[in-house]
């Protein structure tokens, strides 16, 4: 008789952060609206917030929202209303 099957410790892992709102790398990235490789650079090189378990990168709901925060451009006024301006047709004078 075979002793019964148990899960891998990957799979216990992954559950257990699933459970905490983490997702994985590449689901991260759908879920920002950037691609994967931008992301995993953010992280390898910019200091983005995560969490490491083993190879594994998981970013929970507070690091993406975090990562939203830090690449926030914010706007500049003198240039919105150069483009307000640039944008207005002229007024035609009355014939």
Not at 27 to 52: M, Q, S, V, Y
């Amino acid at each position: 008789m075979s002793a019964p099957s148990t899960p891998t410790a990957g799979s216990n892992t992954e559950t257990m952060m699933r459970k905490l709102g983490y997702l994985p790398a590449d689901e991260a990235a759908a879920d920002l609206g950037c691609g994967k490789r931008w992301l995993l650079d953010g992280i390898n090189k910019h200091g983005f917030p995560h969490t490491r378990m083993g190879r594994a990168k998981w970013l929970s709901p507070d690091d993406r929202a975090e990562i939203l925060k830090l690449c926030r451009v914010p706007a500049e006024p003198a240039k919105i209303a150069r483009l307000r301006r640039s944008t207005r047709k002229p007024a035609r004078a009355a014939a």
